[in-house]
């Protein structure tokens, strides 16, 4: 009877754990979407978004630019890979550029406790153009996120972790207004 009991006990335990599995570091750290946005895949570095039809690069970019100003963000950096690939008389097949984000304020949360951070900085935003489902050019926004890059540093600090946090959900209501053209 003991050993039936027994048994039945750990039967009940590894039920519980394949129904309750451990989150991972990833899904520890991430930022928040707004309504209506897609899941964040917490095992992706990139968070991406299609571009509202109708939009142009320009509108994107005016978009970001304004938006990023008006959440306190600096963009001191944009490199237009277009121009480069264009330059060595490759077809670059559509726009593709990153531009770079700062907020300070929030930044030196996270590279005082841990200065090799300074590796993932200036956050990035990506804007380009790939092919859809429908195998049409699209244009697109995407963020490399912050939390994501943070689960690579050991032993983060919830100083650093709850920085990552408010830097990615910044950022992805930047992106999410930008892909839509708001200012």
Do not use: W
């Not at 519980?16 to 895949?41: F, R, T, Y």
């Not at 990023?68 to 559509?94: C, M, Y």
């Not at 935003?125 to 699209?138: F, L, S």
């Amino acid at each position: 009877m003991r050993l039936s009991a027994v048994l039945f006990l750990v039967a009940c335990m590894l039920c519980a754990c394949s129904l309750n599995p451990p989150k991972s570091k990833h899904a520890l750290l991430s930022g928040q979407v707004e309504a209506g946005m897609p899941a964040i895949d917490p095992t992706n570095a990139i968070y991406e978004l299609p571009v509202r039809e109708g939009l142009t690069y320009q509108d994107v970019t005016e978009s970001l630019k304004s938006l990023a100003l008006s959440i306190n963000f600096v963009n001191p950096a944009n490199f237009s890979i277009t121009e480069h690939i264009k330059n060595r008389g490759i077809d670059p097949q559509g726009i593709k550029e990153v531009q770079s984000f700062c907020n300070l304020s929030l930044g030196t949360e996270i590279f005082l406790d841990h200065p090799e951070f300074l590796v993932f900085a200036p956050c990035r935003i990506a804007i380009y153009e790939k092919p859809d489902a429908n195998r049409r050019m699209r244009l697109f926004i995407a963020l490399a996120r912050p939390t994501y890059d943070l689960s690579h540093i050991k032993q983060p600090t919830l100083r650093a972790q709850q920085a990552a946090r408010d830097l990615e959900t910044s950022l992805l209501s930047l992106i999410n207004k930008a892909s839509k053209g708001d200012f």
